[in-house]
Structures are given as structure tokens and as C-alpha cells.
């Protein structure tokens, strides 16, 4: 019998990206794919395991919800997970004001101006009243204003920006507010996307089918180190590229949350998620039984986790959330790693923090399986 010869590669970070590419290339049949990852677990940020003396499933890196146009994307994911649907809603705290609906709708304009806006063509003319005309807007705070005057502007957008990025909403580019969709009706809901939806079991179990696979092995609390290169015909990394190249031109900067996790006996919020919009120091705080597949049975407490942004350094450099500005210095470093990746026919820099680029999870999927399917035709 002559035995098959498979060529190895290695893949750093067993999270979406990693676990995407390690699945699509043992699949093809012609790889025997190690993936390792520093973290004593798989599943990246999207980590969501049992907490079994609460009986609840927690996000341990923040509330992970999947939401996408993409029908391949989610017809891809649907081979390693059920779903149950959910459609993502958010209310903001507001002082003298309560809970109100974010993104703004009509409730919340009502809510907040104690007006009584009857249809879309009230709340429009209402908006109206309070945009400013910012031609050719330059930065979030210039787009926000456009729509929603500066009041508004201010209270939803400009201090929660201050401290989740610890910087100004004029010094953040345009597409930074471009994901939050703009209402006029009551709609209540996050997303617009078409699908939305939670693994029925968690992430952790998707994550677990994905990387079941005779050809692919996984090491944990493992760190990728430069000799290993040797032992592989190519690698697949999603470490951060900066680090990579050892911040020869300097390093990239990140935005990092810390989590507070707190044991109640009693709690109420409307939301799974809501939003702290004033200067307080909480961006956000979850209330893990309201997430569908995360109430896993009878408790004695709750458990409620708050959200505190810092930079990465203050958070073990935890790299979160990639830093772009108007300025654009941060863009300008990453591209020089980019160029000095590019020249290395052994490597393929993939994911957050490999490309430095902020992806949701469908996105990084996609990207991900684009990058597998190009290395196997090339
Ligand atoms: C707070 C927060 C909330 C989010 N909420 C949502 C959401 O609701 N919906 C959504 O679609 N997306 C959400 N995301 C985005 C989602 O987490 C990302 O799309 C996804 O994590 C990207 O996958 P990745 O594989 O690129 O990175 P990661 O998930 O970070 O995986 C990279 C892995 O590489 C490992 N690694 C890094 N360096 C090394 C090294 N040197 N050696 C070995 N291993 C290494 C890390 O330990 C990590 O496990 C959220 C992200 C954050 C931070």
C-alpha cells in the first residue's frame, strides 16, 4: 500500500479565522493542518463556556452575536451548529430619561423629547428640525451631526466614544457610526441583517465540530515562536502583526475591555445588552439569562457582567479592537507590515489582528474561507 504524503501546515490562533482555514484545508484532503493558540482553549474571542455553578452560559470575551446577509456564510456555519434565531436589540441608559431604544427610533424621540411623533414622516421632520449641515462630512461626529443635531449627537454617540476609544468622535473616521443603521419607525431591533441568530450550544461547541477533523490537531497554551516555521511548508497566522515583526516600526494600537462580573440576587434590565452613554466609566453591562441558548437552568444568583474600556497594555494587551483615526498614523504603520508581509511566500497573515482590520464573525469567516480556497488553487 503506498501511503499518502500530506503536506504540513501550521495555523496560529484558533479563533474564527484559524479554525475557518484549518477546517477548508483538511477538507481538501491534501494537508495535515496543527493549530496551536496561546490561550488554554479554542474558540478565540467567540470563547463562551459554561459557568455550571450559575447555570449560565457566558461570553468571555463579550457578548458574541451572529448576524450577516451572507446566506453561504451561515449555510457554511450551519454544518457545525444549529441556531436558534435572535434579533439583537439595545437599549441605552439615559439619566432623568430611563431605558431608550438604540439605534434612536421614534420611541426614543418621544421618550426623550416627550413628544408625540405619529409616523416616519413625523420623526423625519422632527430630525429635521435638529440636523446640521455639515457638507461633505469628514469624521463620525460630522456624520452623526447630519442626522441627528448635536444634542443628540453628543448624548448618544460622543461620550460613550470618549471612553470606548479615548478619543474625540471628530477624530474617528465616517465609517465607525456608518454600521449603526439610522430609524424612523419603532423598529427596535440592532441589526438589519437578514439573518441573525445564536449557536443553539454555544460557540465553544461549533467551534469543537469545526476543528473535529482527522487531519487537523490542536495545541493550547501554546505560543507561536519563530523555529517552528521551519516544520511547515506554510503558515496561516493570526498573532498580531506588528508583534510578528517585532514592532520594528512601531506598535499598533488597540482599544481592550475589561470585564467586571458581578453576583446578584436580584436584577432587571429590559435587554440582554445595555449601553451607558454618559461619562461614567461602563460602556456596557449584559445580563447573560436574557441571551437565547445562555440560560441553562434554575440559579440562586444572576450574574451581570459590565463592560470598562482601556487601552491594551491595561488589559495584559488583550488587542480588541484595532484604533483607526482620521489621521490616519495607525493605517500608515500597519500598511508598512503589510509590505513586509507580502514578501514572505511562507506566510499569509490572517484574521483581527493579523490583517488589523475590525471584523464580526461572519466577516472574518468569509474572508477566511477566501484566503483557504485562493491557497488551494494556487
Ligand atoms: C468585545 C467584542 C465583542 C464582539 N462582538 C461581536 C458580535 O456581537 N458579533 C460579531 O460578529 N463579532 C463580534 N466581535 C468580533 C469577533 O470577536 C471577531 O470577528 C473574531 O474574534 C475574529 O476572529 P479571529 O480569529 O480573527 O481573532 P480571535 O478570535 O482573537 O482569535 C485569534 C487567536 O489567536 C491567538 N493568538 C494570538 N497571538 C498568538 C500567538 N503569538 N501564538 C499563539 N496564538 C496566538 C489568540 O489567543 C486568539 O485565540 C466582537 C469582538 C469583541 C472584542
Redesign the pocket.
Known sequence: MISEIKDNILI???????ATIARELADSGRYKVHI????NHIA???YDPINEALKLRVHQ???????TNDQRIFDHLSRFTQWIPYQHKVEAWIDKAGYVPLPINRTTLNTLYHCQLKDEADVKNFLDTLKCHHLAPKNAQEIAENIYGAELTQLFFGRYTQKMWSLKLSELPTEVLARLPVRYDDNPHYFNDAIQAMPAQGYLHLFENMLDHPDISVSLS???EKTMEKNYQHIFN???ID?YFDEKYGALPYRS?QFVHERLQEHYQPVPTVNFTDEGMYTRQTDWRLYPGCDLGKRSEILITKEIPCSYEDNNFER??PVKTVAGEPQKIYKRYRGEAEKLNHMTF????GQYIY??????VANSLKIARNFLVS
Request: charged share 10%; glycine share 14%; aromatic share 18%.
Open positions: 496560529v490562533g484558533a479563533g474564527f479565522a484559524g496551536i493558540d496561546q490561550r478565540g474571542n467567540a470575551y463579550g457578548p458574541h452575536i451572529f448576524h501554546c505560543t507561536f493570526s498573532m498580531p508583534v475591555i480588541y479592537y490572517i484574521g483581527r489582528c471584523y464580526d464573525m461572519h466577516q472574518v
